[in-house]
């Protein structure tokens, strides 16, 4: 890997690199190494094109397929579990779209938050797309046939959408800008493209998923936005979190407004290094903690990508995992039960959060009403 896929500036060597196995977004196994590019002209971080990767979203890539109703926990709010989908939907829903707009989501999967939207919008005259057919299933009671496309985008649907969506699909594709170009092309004169990506400053582990292929930061953001004729009216880090939200349009539309959205080249890419450093680090410690005592009964709390990520560094499997989304309680998760916390077995001595370094400590800071009499909670923070 030798450019940088938004500038084109030339790339240093990895920045982080890990051997064999990668741990994917789904928590499965590939047999490539983890290496992390960070640009030093426009911030952006990168990872190496997937090998097979056509075929890797269209046969491997599955996501909350379990059932209709899965969907992943986005918070407790008011002691009420929020799932991401829901969260998606309010931040639409909060856009104001006029009568009867036409609404595309792009990348949909099972198409839930467009679905969820029509439940406060039945008005909306909704399409989908996907680069897998897996998800066909779950559109046919609320979607149109015509308005149903897998693996291209037909001619018809060119300039004719008032919204476009595409809920964390860039940081997948090997061509953010010509993908964004793609869909900037969807649009209709005055429509606008909303899109999530992941947050790899606020939320580090994303560097580490391996077919996020793309870590974007605010300044690789702007960047990739005007490469592809787009201007962002929106680029927040604090409407979901642990992701980057951003409302566009097209050039043509707006004029040149994006100077208004700040941002420090020489600061994202400072952030992006020291959050590699602290994976370096991080991995060590888990290492080293395991060689105290490997034969520690072990429970990660977090059925999720850092939980995964941890699972692959243990010695031993872990007992079970600990999770509050009620959808991965009973189940299991690679091979191990998922239970609530309060049902954390009086044997296990050692949890592992597997949850963002970043606000485990606060997640977990009632800890004391169901932690297990002897056990103690390691925190990666702490490397």
């Given at each position: 890997m030798n450019e940088c896929r938004v500038c084109g500036a030339l790339l240093p060597n990895p920045d982080y690199s890990a051997s064999a196995p990668a741990l994917t977004s789904i928590a499965t196994h590939l047999a490539i190494p983890?290496?992390?590019?960070?640009?030093?002209?426009?911030?952006h971080g990168q990872s190496p094109d997937l090998p097979k990767i056509q075929e890797f979203y269209d046969t491997q890539y599955r996501i909350s397929l379990q059932s209709d109703q899965h969907d992943q926990l986005y918070e407790v709010r008011d002691g009420e579990p929020v799932f991401r989908t829901q969260r998606q939907a309010e931040m639409l829903a909060a856009m104001k779209l006029p009568l009867q707009a036409r609404v595309l989501d792009f990348g949909?999967?099972?198409?839930?938050?467009?679905r969820t939207l029509l439940q406060a919008r039945p008005d909306l005259r909704p399409s989908i797309f996907d680069v897998s057919s897996d998800y066909v299933t779950f559109w046919q009671d609320w979607v149109p046939e015509s308005e149903q496309a897998i693996h291209h985008i037909p001619a018809e649907w060119q300039g004719r959408f008032d919204l476009v969506t595409a809920h964390f699909v860039v940081e997948h594709?090997?061509?953010?800008?010509g993908t964004l170009q793609q869909l900037a092309g969807l649009l209709a004169p005055a429509g606008r493209l909303f899109f999530t990506v992941p947050d790899p400053l606020g939320n580090t582990g994303d560097f580490l998923v391996v077919d996020h292929v793309n870590h974007f930061t605010t300044s690789s953001l702007i960047r990739t936005c005007e490469a592809s004729g787009l201007v962002p009216l929106t680029l927040a880090g604090d409407l979901f979190r642990g992701a980057y939200v951003v409302i566009a349009e097209k050039l043509s539309v707006s004029g040149s407004r994006s100077g208004s959205i700040q941002c420090d080249v020489a600061s994202d890419i400072h952030q992006a290094l020291e959050a590699l450093a602290f994976w370096t680090k991080a991995m060590d410690f888990l290492d080293d903690d395991q060689g105290k005592d490997s034969q520690a009964p072990t429970a990660i709390y977090g059925a999720g990508f850092?939980?995964?990520?941890?699972?692959?560094?243990?010695?031993?499997p872990p007992i079970c995992f600990l999770d509050r989304n009620t959808y991965l309680q009973g189940r299991d998760y690679l091979g191990v039960t998922v239970v609530a916390p309060e049902e954390c077995p009086d044997s296990v001595r050692r949890i592992y959060p597997g949850l963002n370094p970043s606000h485990a400590r606060s997640i977990l800071a009632n800890a004391d009403g169901w932690l297990?009499?002897?056990a103690r909670i390691h925190f990666l923070a702490d490397a």
């Open positions: 983890t290496q992390i590019y960070v640009c030093r002209n426009c911030g949909a999967a099972k198409g839930t938050t467009l594709v090997v061509d953010p800008i850092y939980g995964a990520l941890i699972a692959a560094r243990l010695q031993q297990p009499p002897h």
